[in-house]
């Protein structure tokens, strides 16, 4: 870690303070605490402030018996040597107000000497650690384990949970959620993208990202540091906290209460401060200074626990047009087709006996002849061919994923920017259609797919070539959101996906239409396509 604190002094000196009063202070460590304190009256007054901070939250046993022995070599010193005048001004007296004795922080270089020495004496016991109802279950050193994971994606080896949970390991999510359970039992999940350093078996430090943290009554006092030098201890709560790329944090209590304070600072102690239930705080600089939830809250997504993904269920319709289905929708003999709605703004004016439809239970084949429209101008739409089902039927809420899939053998020939295909949208203007568009070649069909919003094309995208009386199957499908159409020649036996720019324009569409259709656009020469099957398929969630 680099930098310094709002004192001037070093993140390393802040970190070895901490690590002393916690008991888990090592002999290089110790070395280099002692070498602050004695070149540094500014280090020593700090480090008797974080011992004050340290007993006050009841943190406890441990640093008072610490700060004792540190201050009482101290005392054991020649009064002569104490009382003197610090040139660091009125603050150099807060430390001898702590053991009760005058000493000035900028003494002598033996009177440092002294707390150096104070501190291998007074320094904590690891071995008389307390230790919580279930630390029984620690081995090989371990600190931490991880207890739930879901759609996780880890940084390379070595920041990633495994047998080697130790103190000092640095844990790097880059996705997903993980929760880290510590040995004191409290229980932290990690929201990727974020990082947390495991400290102890009752310490954690945030990197970057966000946690929330539960925390039994057993292991009250679970401690969280923070980059921009912070420490928040738990006093019985649930809480979350945040770190943006900036170093500022941000916390949130959702039941309990918890203590900040800054670990180096130039405001007295009280500076700590207690954030209760539904209170949100920032935590910058040396300050703690409270913060609206209500705007902080959209900012910061917290989740309190790892829910189980949602297991999806298929709901399919499938039509093999082996014989007439009740419905709406109905061929020019009154036989039901099994489609049953049109996109909206189209088709209004056609009879309700469709002469376009016709159901040949015999070839297991639905006809559908094109008439003159054009939805890139919204022309004729009154007699356009869009059939389709509404996704509602099958489930869809909005944010389901689906597909719609139709095999046409045969594919005839339009006239020049004749079209047809499958469509999925909310009305005639707002959809996204896909299929296979005419090109001045006689006989020959390119790949297109395209977004409509507004009642104009945008984002075209054309590729390849197909011929006449050829057999195709195509698939518009949503995945993860994202749409793509599938083309497969069955009769060259190859496959080709479009995609384009995402319609962003349905993500906020909650009722959507899919289908089929065909269009000679600027033609009144019309073509008559076989659909020899069609499913279409929604995603749900399963009801509990």
């Not at 930098?3 to 090592?26: K, M, N, R, W």
């Not at 900028?106 to 279930?134: D, E, F, K, M, Q």
């Not at 207890?147 to 844990?171: F, H, I, S, Y």
Request: aromatic share 6%; hydrophobic share 35%.
């Amino acid at each position: 870690m680099s930098g310094s604190g709002p004192t001037g002094l070093t993140a390393e000196f802040l970190d070895l303070v901490d690590a002393y009063c916690s008991g888990l202070i090592e002999e290089p460590e110790l070395r280099r605490l002692e070498a602050y304190l004695l070149e540094s009256p500014a280090a020593r007054r700090q480090f008797a402030e974080y011992f004050h901070h340290h007993t006050e939250l009841h943190f406890a046993v441990r640093a008072r018996r610490a700060a004792d022995a540190v201050l009482g070599q101290i005392g054991s010193q020649p009064k002569e040597s104490v009382g003197r005048e610090s040139s660091a001004g009125p603050r150099a007296g807060r430390f001898a107000r702590i053991g009760g004795w005058g000493l000035g922080l900028a003494g002598t270089a033996a009177i440092a000497a002294t707390l150096v020495a104070g501190l291998a004496i007074g320094r904590p016991n690891r071995a008389s650690r307390p230790t919580s109802s279930v630390v029984g279950r620690s081995t090989g050193g371990n600190v931490a384990w991880m207890v739930n994971a879901q759609d996780c994606r880890w940084a390379p080896t070595g920041n990633r949970p495994g047998r080697d949970m130790q103190a000092g390991k640095e844990l790097r999510l880059e996705r997903g959620l993980a929760e880290i359970e510590f040995d004191c039992g409290a229980r932290v999940i990690l929201q990727g993208p974020a990082g947390l350093e495991l400290v102890s078996g009752t310490t954690a430090r945030l990197l970057q990202g966000t946690i929330t943290a539960r925390v039994p009554a057993h292991a009250r006092g679970f401690t969280v540091l923070t980059r921009n030098h912070f420490k928040v201890v738990d006093l019985g709560t649930e809480f979350g906290l945040s770190v943006d790329e900036t170093g500022a944090t941000l916390l949130r209590v959702f039941t309990g209460e918890v203590a900040a304070f800054p670990l180096a600072s130039t405001r007295p102690p009280a500076a700590g401060v207690t954030i209760r239930q539904d209170q949100t705080a920032r935590l910058d600089g040396s300050t703690v200074a409270s913060a609206s939830s209500g705007t902080e809250d959209r900012q910061v997504r917290y989740v309190r626990a790892i829910e189980p993904p949602p297991v999806l269920t298929p709901r399919t319709l499938r039509l093999d047009f082996t014989g007439p289905v009740p419905g709406p929708l109905l061929d020019a003999d009154g036989q039901g087709i099994g489609l049953t709605h049109r996109l909206p703004g189209t088709g209004d004016a056609l009879p309700r006996h469709d002469p376009h439809l016709q159901l040949r239970p015999d070839q297991h084949a639905l006809e559908l002849t094109t008439t003159r429209s054009d939805i890139n101008t919204q022309d004729r739409m009154s007699t356009g061919e869009y059939l389709g089902v509404r996704l509602a039927d099958l489930g869809f809420t909005g944010t389901e994923d689906f597909e719609i899939c139709a095999t046409i053998p045969s594919i005839p020939g339009l006239k020049e920017v004749g079209q047809f295909g499958l469509y999925a949208g909310s009305s005639s203007n707002r959809n996204i259609r896909g299929g296979l568009i005419s090109w001045p070649q006689p006989d020959t069909y390119g790949l297109f797919l395209v977004n409509n919003c507004g009642g104009r094309d945008s984002d075209l995208y054309e590729v390849g070539l197909t011929k006449t009386r050829e057999d195709l199957r195509l698939t518009l499908r949503r995945r993860g959101g994202q749409y793509s159409l599938d083309v497969d020649n069955l009769t060259r036996r190859s496959s080709t996906t479009l995609t384009i720019a995402h319609p962003d324009f349905l993500d906020r569409e909650t009722d959507l239409y899919v289908g089929l259709f065909g269009a000679n656009t600027q033609s009144d020469e019309c073509k008559t396509l076989t659909i020899r099957e069609l499913t279409v398929t929604v995603w749900a969630a399963s009801k509990k």
